[in-house]
């Protein structure tokens, strides 16, 4: 019996279907069709997360690309000691930061430069396009750190403890950072 098998039947992190998909893929006459299945299960939600770390989307469908060929080549390695999706997010998330180191993009302004700027003048009404449009500027301001933590558990809704499996880090660094990125995020908006 081989490793990941014997692994995947001592797991207790996975659910049914995960386990029943990765078995599909230990075989090689259903391992394209259950590779297809992963993909089609997982991908929007990876390209959601991708987007939110990178913006742009060509730079989010490339690493989502390159996460897959990962997966693909790799899946024989997962031990089901994680569920299936937190694996597969910490894969994008590496990959998603490597990129981001390789494009050593220099922000112009910080938030703690427009911390020290005056406030403009606030309106009483502001378009719902517009209230969005100030929350994906704070987003793409807030360190590389906060602004994972900000979107795992904003947009995806995530568990702390899914994301500390993901990012590597403690539940307790998780919340700080998550609660340093909303502070931010509403000085943004209150200095707009």
């Known amino acids: 019996m081989n490793k990941m098998k014997m692994a995947l039947e001592e797991s207790s992190y996975l659910q049914p279907e995960e ?3 990765l078995q599909q893929l230990q075989m090689p006459l259903s391992f394209e069709r259950a590779f297809s299945q992963l993909v089609q299960q997982y991908q929007e939600r990876l390209y959601w997360h991708l987007r ?3 913006g742009p989307h060509e730079e989010a ?16 390695k997962f031990r089901g000691q994680s569920k299936l999706y937190t694996w597969l997010y910490r894969i994008a998330t590496n990959e998603a930061l490597s990129h981001l180191r390789k494009r050593k993009r220099h922000r112009t302004e910080s938030l703690e430069l427009l911390d020290h700027q005056a406030p403009a003048q606030a309106d009483s009404y502001l ?5 969005q449009n100030l929350l994906q500027e704070a987003i793409a301001l807030l360190p590389d750190r ?4 900000f979107l795992l558990r904003y947009y995806d809704e995530m568990p702390y403890q899914d994301m500390a499996e993901i990012l590597e880090l403690s539940v307790g660094s998780l919340k700080a950072s998550y609660h340093h990125a909303v502070k931010k995020i509403e000085n943004y908006i209150k200095q707009q």
Do not use: C, H, S
């Open 19 to 21: 386990q029943e998909l």
């Open 127 to 131: 378009p719902a396009e517009d209230i």
């Open 52 to 54: 939110g770390m990178l």
């Open 146 to 149: 906060q602004r994972q933590v």
């Open 61 to 76: 469908d490339e690493v989502l690309q390159n996460t897959f060929i990962k997966v693909y080549k790799g899946i024989d």
